[in-house]
């Protein structure tokens, strides 16, 4: 591992949320709105409409500042978040695609000057020049997003790449049409909000309605394409990716829910302001960009956690690990490949192993799951990671640093024994046991369910079963207490017909 | 797709591109880069070290303001590239020197982005509205707080054993370069150098008002001569660097410390075409900086990063059409330009 990791209590998911969804909303804004500007305009403009074209202007003095500052900015900003927070597939990514980022900076050149003159260039350019430059500016725009979205998709599905290692292979790949069509259209979408936002300040009621109207067709077409467009993306994801939603990433099945539900939400708020474009003002235009925010930043956070537990699937782990280096490590061990150390291996190996997704005690804690436990316990689990429920990579390092890491872990634990736990929650002794030491792996009537397979069993039987062990699942090492109560709920979750 | 690992993944570590190619692509974008950014805050220092009463109302003033950000977006724009390909060659050490003091490098964007907002705040003033100052005053901090942030790191990152170092002290990103002699001189030096180079474009930009070209030029001395005094101090107080530079690095750290020097002298003169080759000494001048600054990096870093040694595996499809569409963008801009500069036009500002 070449670069150290930045120990710093927010989670990384949050920060690069923050980030990013900020930006994914201005920059698809950013081509969206461009060319709603230019349609309107040149209508406008043919019609001699001066209630419509006062508006265009004032969306356009709004738009540079937008996209310019806010746009640009946190998409520069993404550069710096990624950089700190996983430098390992940053790297690969750059690697791999730094033709396909300098020929969107390309791009970005004309796209950035055009704005700047399309929104100085009311007043001093002829109509026919102003328009041409409202054009250029959307072509560059758009096709910044055809490029950048090779690389975006790539990261969830680099198809053939990892054979051939082609550029091409691996910006074309299964998911990048349907994205596109699909990001196009949220560049419709977001039009429509933020000029339907825009069109308020219209001081004429009849022109404020038609405006209003306008925007709401836009955003509600935007919606219905990228809603269509969205079941052909989650078509082409492996199966393998989309399986795993329902039973092992509670994270990505409640991003798809809330992306389906804002998605009638938002529907449902364009539909009433098409019918009665009068009821718009302030309050209403907010909720619906509010909406659209959510609506937005609900696929972004599935897209994320679905590609779990890669940064990019199949090649490169969600904390920077390469996929088949775990070999090398498991032999020759993990700790000399480190390069910049903090002193205390029980913390390199967190850091470097589990950091990009979890903190200590705050976002995503680990220490949660090793409350009341053992270090062999917690050494044990380590070698499961990957069998998980939240699809974690696997653990890269030999069996003494797994040790190193579980007694780290450990100590740093809440050590209040699990009778005291449940009785402190008022919940039942042998839930909290199974919960702590069976559940991450085992969900009762869900994921990886092995519940069944003590149907029958007598006490005796399930007691001696517990004694099992392997690479990927320890062997109980809780108290005796501990022991006869899980014996007992296994018991019970048997009687109660186990796996649904 | 398979969880399970793949066999043979393509090499992860090759460049697509030979190392020459992407230096010479990182030095030339970083030269534009530096370009726009010293013409943002050199004009930016001329307007606020300009002393008269109509300070804000003159159209000169006014002109600069509606200019600063558009120099503030090719400042952002043009960085893009350069930051780039110093990620694909220099990515091992510039994110570990970045992750060593990350809390500051994250502030980056952010304070880019308040002096970008002061600056669209400072050119939307009615005329005569010294609120424009308080303004630039902010922009003028925030781009100098940037540019402290970089030159913190990038000296850093020059210097593995001693982010290794820090980061065993604290891991927590909330630490800058304690090595001060390696990277303040350096920060004045960059800052000086721009606010020459600055000074020099705006005197161009305004060339109907003599007083604030009179104040450029000044600004243009004083700037030129911090620029020189700062390479002296770099070169006396920093050993490595001292050791680090060759004869070649010698040459072009000391043109570049006497170009803006030079420029300032020839601007004072009265011969013919001295504006142009004080233009011309300042271009020289910037550009060996960049240059002096490429030999000292690879000469620092020798023995321990060597930014030659990955593998390459040339995308030349994809390089020949980053270059066709860098020829489109070029040509697309150029016509745009035109039309705005097209004769007839009436100036909106």
Known sequence: ????????????????????????????????????????????????????????????????????????????GIWFVIGLLNPSATGTLI?????????????????ILAAILYARGWDRLSAKAHVALGWVYFAAAWLSLVVINGIVTFMLTPGRWVETG??????????????LAMRTAICLLMAG?????????????????????????????????????????????????????????????????????????????????????????????????????????????????????????????????????????????????????TGDDGRDLFLHQCRTCHTLTGYNPVLRAFAGTDPAFAAGVLGGLHKMRGRMPPFAGTAREREVLGRWLVER???????????????????????????????????????????????????????????????????????????????????????? | MSLRPLAALPDLHAVPGPFWLLTALHLLTFVLHLVAMASLVGGVIVVLAHRSTDRWSRPAVRRLLALFPVLMAATVSLGVAPLLFLQLSYGKVAYSAAITSATFWLLVPFLAMAAYASLYAASHRPPGDAGAGRRLHLALLLLMAVSLVYSSTFALAEHPDAYARLYKASASGLVLNPDVVTWIPRWLQAIAGAAAVGAFVTRLVVRDDEALRATAARVLGRSGLVAALATAARVVLDASLFDALGFGGFLA??????????????????????????????????????????????????????????????????????VVCLLAAIGTMAWMLRVWFAKGTPRAE
Not at chain 1, 166 to 179: I, K, R
Not at chain 1, 225 to 245: C, K, N, S, T
Request: proline content about 4%.
């Open chain 1, 413 to 500: 634990a809440d050590k209040t024994p699990l009778a005291e736990q449940a009785r402190r929650d008022g919940r039942d002794f042998g839930d909290v046991v199974y919960a702590t030491r069976c559940g991450r792996c085992h969900v009762e009537g869900g994921y990886n369910d092995k519940s069944a397979t003590f149907a029958g069993l007598s006490e005796a039987e399930v007691r001696d079963a517990l004694t099992l062990e392997n690479d990927e699942m320890p062997a109980f090492s809780g108290t005796p207490e501990e022991r006869e109560a899980l014996v007992r709920h296994l018991v019970s979750l048997s009687k109660k017909g186990g796996a649904k």
């Open chain 1, 95 to 111: 690697r791999t695609f730094v033709w396909g980022w300098a020929i969107e900076w390309t791009f970005f050149l004309v796209e």
């Open chain 1, 166 to 179: 082609s550029f091409w292979d691996g910006f074309l790949n299964p998911t990048y049409l349907p994205s």
């Open chain 2, 253 to 322: 750290l000391g043109v570049g410390a006497s170009c803006p020097l030079v420029a300032a002298a020839l601007i004072r003169g009265h011969a013919r075409g001295r504006e142009w080759a004080a233009g011309a000494a300042l271009g020289l001048g910037l550009v060996a900086s960049v240059v002096a600054r490429h030999v000292a990096r690879l000469a620092t870093l020798a023995g321990t990063f060597d930014p030659a040694a990955p593998t390459v595996r040339p995308q030349w499809d994809v390089f020949a059409l980053f």
């Open chain 1, 1 to 76: 591992m070449e670069f150290p990791v930045w120990d710093v209590g927010i989670g990384y998911g949050i920060l690069m949320a923050l980030v990013a969804v900020v930006h994914v909303f201005l920059s698809h804004f950013a081509i969206g709105g461009g060319l709603a500007l230019v349609l309107a305009e040149r209508r406008a403009r043919r019609d001699g409409d001066a209630a419509v074209l006062a508006h265009v202007r004032r969306l356009s003095a709004f738009f540079a500042p937008a996209t310019l500052v806010g746009g640009a900015l946190t998409g520069v």
């Open chain 1, 193 to 341: 909000l933020f000029g339907g936002f825009v069109a308020l300040k219209t001081p004429d009621a009849a022109v404020r309605a038609r405006l209003v109207r306008g925007d709401a067709r836009l955003g509600l077409a935007g919606l219905v394409v990228a809603y269509a467009a969205f079941f052909l993306y989650r078509a082409a994801i492996p199966a393998e990716f989309m399986d795993a939603v329902a039973t092992r990433l509670p994270v990505a099945a409640r991003s798809l829910a809330r992306f389906d539900l804002l998605s009638a939400a938002l529907a449902g708020g364009f539909v009433v302001l098409l019918v009665l474009p009068r009821i718009a003002c302030r309050p209403t235009a907010i909720l619906l960009l509010l909406l659209g925010f959510g609506w937005f930043g609900s696929f972004e956070w599935f897209r994320e956690a679905v590609r779990k537990p890669y940064a990019i699937a199949g090649v490169v782990y969600g904390n920077g690990l390469e996929v088949g280096t775990e070999t090398a490590y498991a032999k020759d061990g993990f700790l000399p490949s480190v390069a910049v150390r």
